[in-house]
T-cell receptor
Framework: AQSVTQPDIHITVSEGASLELRCNYS??????LFWYVQSPGQGLQLLLK??????LVQGIKGFEAEFKRSQSSFNLRKPSVHWSDAAEYFC????????????FGTGTRLLVSP | DSGVTQTPKHLITATGQRVTLRCSPR?????VYWYQQSLDQGLQFLIQ???????AKGNILERFSAQQFPDLHSELNLSSLELGDSALYFC????????????FGPGTRLLVL
């Protein structure tokens, strides 16, 4: 069965520090991979996605993610966190091709301390 | 602003009642997806429509149904509501294609009392 694991429910990072959010997936083949961000009271916004090719993917707001096939991981990183990055982050997988029926992880809530 | 609109933003109703949630996709998007976000189940895919036809089903209860109209807006109907149906319901839309991006609306928060 397809599944996504985000092992960290909460993470607190100091403003200006680096960030890494973990995501592991279980899928029959290499899926399409996504990171979304949800700010309080808002919908989900796509940060970045991976389909194929270069395993290091650049996204919006200074985020990047690295696909590691051997580890079935797609971790999200940011070199320097800003207070406005405080939100909930969701990793998701979808089948290769069209019609992305996404399977989401449980999310990681990021808190940014001054 | 993703361009996807959902109405109403909030809905409070009683058990046993029926409600309809509405979604207008981004201009030009043919696919509409519905997701439910609850504390115990997380974000779960419910159903997808493409150009008026049902395309995929996920963990959607039989008490729930959806449709997509000729103008491409979609409605999610929830009936015989139970307390456990309280959740945030998201609609997303996309232009189908390899690597399509789903754009999410702000959601409808449903509270069943």
């Amino acid at each position: 069965a397809q599944s996504v694991t985000q092992p960290d429910i909460h993470i607190t990072v100091s403003e200006g520090a680096s960030l890494e959010l973990r995501c592991n997936y279980s899928y029959g083949a290499t899926p399409y991979l996504f990171w979304y961000v949800q700010s309080p009271g808002q919908g989900l916004q796509l940060l970045l996605k991976y389909f194929s090719g270069d395993t290091l993917v650049q996204g919006i707001k200074g985020f990047e993610a690295e696909f590691k096939r051997s580890q079935s991981s797609f971790n999200l990183r940011k070199p320097s966190v800003h207070w406005s990055d405080a939100a909930e982050y969701f990793c998701a997988v979808g089948p290769p091709g069209s019609f992305q029926k996404l399977v989401f992880g449980t999310g990681t809530r990021l808190l940014v301390s001054p | 602003d993703s361009g996807v609109t959902q109405t109403p933003k909030h809905l409070i109703t009683a058990t046993g009642q029926r409600v309809t949630l509405r979604c207008s996709p981004r201009s030009g998007d043919l696919s509409v997806y519905w997701y439910q976000q609850s504390l115990d189940q997380g974000l779960q895919f419910l159903i997808q429509y493409y150009n008026g036809e049902e395309r995929a089903k996920g963990n959607i209860l039989e008490r729930f149904s959806a449709q997509q109209f000729p103008d491409l807006h979609s409605e999610l109907n929830l009936s015989s509501l139970e307390l456990g149906d309280s959740a945030l319901y998201f609609c997303a839309s996309s232009v189908p294609g390899a690597g399509e991006t789903q754009y999410f609306g702000p959601g409808t928060r449903l509270l069943v009392l």
